[in-house]
């Protein structure tokens, strides 16, 4: 044993600044500590990617040989966080811990086979004795923002750890930016400096630049939600639909794409950042980028909507009075704003939102959009009110309404109501009198019939649109039929010839149009369409009110206050 203690005495120079040497009597009882398994538990902390060695790897007999010489010391360990890192991503800490067991299997077994030799160079007596200096070994990250080091003891007379062989270590690795300087002044007096992994530079990582984006000046989607004052009423004149710009006008701002930050390795060179991508700019019809491309703005003064994925500009066109005799009748590609009355006799048709400031008489309104009227309707029993949106009204009277969404109002008195939605009549007088309302959905109310029994059919279910269009449609050819056989018992006339042939025409279009109506009907029976809500609810139902629901039919002959009626089980049953 003797002579074994003094090889090691000579190979090993251990120096334990500020340490205090191991009790003689712990010394006595363990001079070569017994190897851990990996079995036994590991140290608490967010140490996620730790090299896992058996107890035969030669690093450990690294260790064991320098134990032997300085006392126990802690056993090897590898981890590639330490205890403030930050944790790798579970596949890049895996693939680096292959590498760096080849760099440590690579090293360790260098470092023994010179001790080794150093030992048999002892032995013979014949060669001076072997001096190896501490050794510092620097491992890359493969992005090569990380560098670790990780330092083996120094043997003979060799050196212990200092800052020079740290320095001479990094340079040879070429590692020269991000360096953990106080690290690297502590690290040659740290007690537990051999055969750990300490991180000693970092590196920058690149920053892409942020993409960029679109701030909308205008709502992309447009609420239709009425607002109730505290007397039950709605201001139909200020409903606020309508987004107006002016030409020139800001639309939304375009935020460009911001400049990435590059990086750099710990080995000085640069990592390239990307830049941010461009937003798609939702340009659509009468809209053009500013000089400066910062924003969108309006090519033609109109209203702002948003369709698909653009904004879009509609004209619109402004009657500062009447629709009369001095404006005649509209047909307009956009939106009309009317300050005045419709007069009877005359015919408004936009393909976008038409909005009427006064009344509308016994007149013919046709909107692409939503419809909204301000006071109200007078028809006489022959306006026709037709939206492909949502109608909004004051109050209806003796007139046809064909709403392929919603229609909200205060008050509906014999009137004939087609809607694909729902009828809402809640607001001031609440009221529907008379006539017919026919939604697929629901009948909204505060009162339905009145005190003298007037007869108000309520029905629902089925396509209300649908069949207007069909009565529709099958009037106007009932009125070509009649209209060319009267033409054609009058005396024969260049007029009369060109007259014919346009109502000839329109006669076949119109019978194709309806050929095409009953087409679709064949493919889709309203019977096999999905029925939906089926209800109708009020504060009062009169008797008079007749509910019918998908074909059944309820007459109310008793006043109903509440009333709440629905389709259960093939009964119509109020509630």
């Given at each position: 044993?003797?002579?074994?203690?003094?090889?090691?005495?000579?190979?090993?120079?251990?120096?334990?600044?500020?340490?205090?040497?191991?009790?003689?009597?712990?010394?006595?009882?363990?001079?070569?500590?017994?190897?851990?398994?990996?079995?036994?538990?590991?140290?608490?902390?967010?140490?996620?990617?730790?090299?896992?060695?058996?107890?035969?790897?030669?690093?450990?007999?690294?260790?064991?040989?320098?134990?032997?010489?300085?006392?126990?010391?802690?056993?090897?360990?590898?981890?590639?966080?330490?205890?403030?890192?930050?944790?790798?991503?579970?596949?890049?800490?895996?693939?680096?811990?292959?590498?760096?067991?080849?760099?440590?299997?690579?090293?360790?077994?260098?470092?023994?086979e010179q001790i080794r030799n150093g030992q048999k160079a002892l032995e013979d007596e014949k060669s001076p004795p072997v001096d190896l200096d501490a050794q510092a070994v620097v491992f890359l990250a493969k992005d090569g923002m990380t560098a670790w080091v990780l330092v083996y003891p120094p043997a003979g007379g060799g050196k212990a750890l200092d800052r020079e062989i740290l320095d001479q270590a990094l340079k040879d690795r070429q590692i020269c930016f991000g360096l953990d300087e106080a690290l690297l002044d502590a690290l040659p007096q740290e007690p537990e400096r051999y055969f750990k992994l300490f991180a000693v530079a970092k590196g920058v990582e690149a920053v892409p630049g942020a993409?960029?984006?679109?701030?909308?000046?205008?709502?992309?989607?447009?609420?239709?939600?009425?607002?109730?004052?505290?007397?039950?009423?709605?201001?139909?004149?200020?409903?606020?639909?309508?987004?107006?710009?002016?030409?020139?006008?800001?639309?939304?701002?375009?935020?460009?794409?911001?400049?990435?930050?590059?990086?750099?390795?710990?080995?000085?060179?640069?990592?390239?950042?990307?830049?941010?991508?461009?937003?798609?700019?939702?340009?659509?019809?009468?809209?053009?980028?500013?000089?400066?491309?910062?924003?969108?703005?309006?090519?033609?003064?109109?209203?702002?909507?948003?369709?698909?994925?653009?904004?879009?500009?509609?004209?619109?066109?402004?009657?500062?009075?009447?629709?009369?005799?001095?404006?005649?009748?509209?047909?307009?590609?956009?939106?009309?704003?009317?300050?005045?009355?419709?007069?009877?006799?005359?015919?408004?048709?936009?393909?976008?939102?038409?909005?009427?400031?006064?009344?509308?008489?016994?007149?013919?309104?046709?909107?692409?959009?939503?419809?909204?009227?301000?006071?109200?309707?007078?028809?006489?029993?022959?306006?026709?009110?037709?939206?492909?949106?949502?109608?909004?009204?004051?109050?209806?009277?003796?007139?046809?309404?064909?709403?392929?969404?919603?229609?909200?109002?205060?008050?509906?008195?014999?009137?004939?109501?087609?809607?694909?939605?729902?009828?809402?009549?809640?607001?001031?007088?609440?009221?529907?009198?008379?006539?017919?309302?026919?939604?697929?959905?629901?009948?909204?109310?505060?009162?339905?019939?009145?005190?003298?029994?007037?007869?108000?059919?309520?029905?629902?279910?089925?396509?209300?649109?649908?069949?207007?269009?069909?009565?529709?449609?099958?009037?106007?050819?009932?009125?070509?039929?009649?209209?060319?056989?009267?033409?054609?018992?009058?005396?024969?006339?260049?007029?009369?010839?060109?007259?014919?042939?346009?109502?000839?025409?329109?006669?076949?279009?119109?019978?194709?149009?309806?050929?095409?109506?009953?087409?679709?009907?064949?493919?889709?029976?309203?019977?096999?369409?999905?029925?939906?809500?089926?209800?109708?609810?009020?504060?009062?139902?009169?008797?008079?009110?007749?509910?019918?629901?998908?074909?059944?039919?309820?007459?109310?002959?008793?006043?109903?206050?509440?009333?709440?009626?629905?389709?259960?089980?093939?009964?119509?049953?109020?509630?």
């Amino acid at each position: 044993m003797g002579t074994k203690d003094s090889l090691l005495s000579r190979l090993f120079k251990f120096v334990r600044d500020g340490a205090e040497e191991p009790e003689k009597e712990e010394t006595e009882q363990a001079p070569f500590p017994a190897i851990e398994t990996e079995t036994e538990s590991r140290p608490a902390g967010p140490l996620l990617h730790r090299l896992e060695l058996s107890q035969n790897h030669v690093l450990f007999k690294l260790w064991a040989l320098y134990c032997e010489e300085a006392g126990w010391q802690p056993k090897p360990e590898l981890v590639l966080e330490g205890a403030s890192g930050v944790p790798l991503p579970d596949a890049v800490g895996s693939a680096e811990l292959v590498r760096l067991r080849m760099l440590v299997n690579t090293s360790s077994q260098a470092r023994y086979e010179q001790i080794r030799n150093g030992q048999k160079a002892l032995e013979d007596e014949k060669s001076p004795p072997v001096d190896l200096d501490a050794q510092a070994v620097v491992f890359l990250a493969k992005d090569g923002m990380t560098a670790w080091v990780l330092v083996y003891p120094p043997a003979g007379g060799g050196k212990a750890l200092d800052r020079e062989i740290l320095d001479q270590a990094l340079k040879d690795r070429q590692i020269c930016f991000g360096l953990d300087e106080a690290l690297l002044d502590a690290l040659p007096q740290e007690p537990e400096r051999y055969f750990k992994l300490f991180a000693v530079a970092k590196g920058v990582e690149a920053v892409p630049g942020a993409n960029g984006h679109i701030v909308d000046l205008f709502p992309r989607i447009q609420e239709r939600k009425l607002k109730v004052d505290e007397h039950d009423r709605i201001d139909y004149k200020n409903l606020d639909f309508i987004h107006s710009v002016e030409k020139g006008g800001a639309i939304c701002s375009i935020i460009p794409p911001g400049e990435g930050t590059p990086g750099r390795t710990v080995q000085g060179q640069e990592v390239i950042a990307k830049d941010g991508k461009p937003e798609t700019i939702p340009k659509g019809r009468n809209t053009e980028l500013s000089e400066d491309g910062s924003s969108l703005i309006a090519s033609i003064s109109g209203r702002v909507e948003f369709s698909g994925r653009s904004f879009h500009v509609n004209p619109v066109l402004t009657i500062p009075g009447n629709v009369d005799y001095s404006v005649g009748n509209i047909n307009f590609l956009g939106d009309v704003s009317i300050l005045g009355d419709v007069l009877s006799g005359f015919s408004v048709r936009a393909t976008g939102t038409v909005t009427v400031g006064g009344v509308v008489e016994a007149s013919s309104v046709e909107a692409g959009r939503d419809l909204v009227i301000a006071k109200g309707i007078q028809g006489d029993g022959k306006a026709v009110i037709r939206a492909q949106g949502s109608v909004f009204v004051k109050y209806m009277e003796n007139c046809y309404v064909y709403a392929k969404v919603n229609i909200e109002t205060e008050c509906i008195i014999n009137c004939e109501v087609y809607c694909g939605g729902g009828v809402t009549v809640r607001s001031g007088y609440g009221k529907i009198i008379g006539g017919k309302i026919h939604a697929a959905h629901e009948v909204y109310a505060g009162m339905i019939g009145s005190r003298v029994g007037n007869r108000t059919n309520i029905i629902l279910g089925g396509d209300p649109c649908e069949e207007f269009d069909y009565q529709i449609l099958t009037a106007e050819i009932e009125e070509l039929e009649a209209s060319i056989k009267f033409t054609e018992g009058q005396p024969d006339s260049p007029d009369r010839t060109a007259l014919l042939t346009k109502m000839q025409v329109q006669l076949k279009l119109s019978r194709a149009r309806l050929q095409l109506f009953d087409k679709e009907r064949a493919l889709h029976p309203p019977e096999l369409q999905e029925p939906g809500v089926r209800r109708m609810r009020c504060d009062t139902a009169f008797p008079g009110t007749v509910l019918t629901v998908d074909g059944l039919v309820r007459h109310i002959n008793d006043m109903v206050s509440p009333c709440f009626a629905e389709l259960r089980d093939g009964e119509i049953c109020l509630i």
